[in-house]
T-cell receptor
Framework: QKEVEQDPGPLSVPEGAIVSLNCTYS??????FMWYRQYSRKGPELLMY????GNKEDGRFTAQVDKSSKYISLFIRDSQPSDSATYLC????????????FGPGTRLSVLP | DTAVSQTPKYLVTQMGNDKSIKCEQN?????MYWYKQDSKKFLKIMFS???????INETVPNRFSPKSPDKAHLNLHINSLELGDSAVYFC???????????FGDGTRLSIL
C-alpha cells in the first residue's frame, strides 16, 4: 500500500461547481496535513494546512481531516477557471523531515 | 519579493558534467529542502537541512550533495550527471522540520 493515495484525475467541472479532492494515507504518525496548488511550470503553492484532526476554512476553500479514517479532503466552492491546476496533498509527522510525503496530485480543470 | 528563489530556472547540459543549483529563502525559516519532481509529477524529498543537521533520503545517489553556506541558502551540487537526472528540482523552506513548506518555482534540468 502506498503511503499516500490520491486520484490523479483529470477532473473537469463547470464553473461554479463544488469540487471535492481527497487523499487517503496509511501512516498514523502524520500530524500536519497540507494542500498545495501547482500551476504549470510553477512551484507548489501552500493553500491550507491543518494540524491534527478537524476542519479549516479559508474563503472558498475548506480542508477536512479525519484521522480515524486516515482521510483528508479539500473542498472548493464556487470554482473558477483560475482554480484549474494540480492539487497535491501532503503530510508530515514527528519524524524529522524524512516523513514529509506528497500525494501524486489531482489535475483539475474548471471550464467556463 | 520572492520568498524562495532558485537559479537557474533552466539548465541544459551533457551527461557526465557537474552542475549546481542555488536556492535562497528570505522567510527567516530554519529548515530547507530539496525535492525532485519527475515526469509523472511525483514530488520526492531528497534532503532536509536544519541547523546544520542534514537528513538524506537514502534513495538519493551520493552524486548529489547539498551545501549550506548559511541558514538562508541551500545549494545543490550534482556530479557526473546522468540521463535519469532530468527532472524539475524544487527548493523549499519551513520554519521547523515537518511544518508546512514554501516552494521555489523550480529548476528544469535537462541532460543531453
Amino acid at each position: 500500500q502506498k503511503e499516500v493515495e490520491q486520484d490523479p484525475g483529470p477532473l473537469s467541472v463547470p464553473e461554479g461547481a463544488i469540487v471535492s479532492l481527497n487523499c487517503t494515507y496509511s501512516n498514523s504518525a502524520f500530524q500536519y496535513f497540507m494542500w498545495y496548488r501547482q500551476y504549470s511550470r510553477k512551484g507548489p503553492e501552500l493553500l491550507m494546512y491543518t494540524y491534527s484532526s478537524g476542519n479549516k476554512e479559508d474563503g472558498r476553500f475548506t480542508a477536512q481531516v479525519d484521522k480515524s479514517s486516515k482521510y483528508i479532503s479539500l473542498f472548493i466552492r464556487d470554482s473558477q477557471p483560475s482554480d484549474s491546476a494540480t492539487y497535491l496533498c501532503a503530510m508530515s509527522g514527528n519524524n524529522y523531515g524524512q516523513n514529509f510525503v506528497f500525494g501524486p496530485g489531482t489535475r483539475l480543470s474548471v471550464l467556463p | 519579493d520572492t520568498a524562495v528563489s532558485q537559479t537557474p530556472k533552466y539548465l541544459v547540459t551533457q551527461m557526465g558534467n557537474d552542475k549546481s543549483i542555488k536556492c535562497e529563502q528570505n522567510l527567516g525559516h530554519d529548515t530547507m529542502y530539496w525535492y525532485k519532481q519527475d515526469s509523472k509529477k511525483f514530488l520526492k524529498i531528497m534532503f532536509s537541512y536544519n541547523n546544520k543537521e542534514l537528513i538524506i533520503n537514502e534513495t538519493v545517489p551520493n552524486r548529489f550533495s547539498p551545501k549550506s553556506p548559511d541558514k538562508a541558502h541551500l545549494n545543490l551540487h550534482i556530479n557526473s550527471l546522468e540521463l535519469g537526472d532530468s527532472a524539475v528540482y524544487f527548493c523549499a523552506s519551513s520554519q521547523e522540520l515537518d511544518q508546512p513548506q514554501h516552494f521555489g518555482d523550480g529548476t528544469r534540468l535537462s541532460i543531453l
